[in-house]
């Protein structure tokens, strides 16, 4: 999927309402993060803070969940977003998330703009490290 044919802007706009729905009552950093999957759904996610802090679940998580409980699917696209609608940057390990359910040619927007997971997670482990192995 050419990047024109990305609308960051409802990507932008799924992202912020997801982050209505988090639960941040701890931090007081809502989070919302968005998805644009390989068939043209759109999946999205929001945090969901728990008081062990360690148990937190963060936007991106809940994102997977859903895109696996609505059929599943790959990432073309991503977008997060704080309170502000300012794009946040996925922590390593929901970009570790990201990279396993991604799209071939997956990017994201980042603060510095549109970047591809392979910029935002180089060298990255993921399931073809885990085949033909003896």
């Given at each position: 999927m050419p990047m024109d044919t990305i609308d960051w802007e409802a990507l932008h706009a799924a992202a912020t309402a997801?982050?209505?729905?988090?639960?941040?009552?701890?931090?007081?950093?809502?989070?919302?993060?968005?998805?644009?999957?390989?068939?043209?759904?759109?999946?999205?996610?929001?945090n969901v803070e728990n008081a062990s802090y360690?148990?937190?679940?963060?936007?991106?998580?809940?994102?997977?969940?859903?895109?696996?409980?609505?059929?599943g699917g790959r990432i073309r696209a991503f977008y997060c977003v704080d309170a502000a609608g300012?794009?946040?940057?996925?922590?390593?390990?929901?970009?570790?998330?990201?990279?396993?359910?991604?799209?071939?040619?997956?990017?994201?927007?980042?603060?510095?703009?549109?970047?591809t997971m392979d910029q935002v997670l180089p060298d990255a482990f993921g399931p073809e490290n885990l085949e033909n192995q003896s």
């Open positions: 997801a982050m209505g729905h988090a639960y941040a009552p701890y931090s007081k950093f809502p989070v919302g993060a968005a998805a644009l999957l390989d068939d043209g759904r759109v999946v999205s996610g929001c360690g148990l937190t679940l963060c936007a991106e998580c809940t994102m997977v969940g859903a895109l696996q409980m609505g059929g300012a794009v946040l940057m996925p922590c390593g390990r929901c970009r570790q998330l990201l990279y396993e359910f991604r799209a071939p040619g997956m990017v994201l927007m980042t603060g510095s703009g549109v970047r």
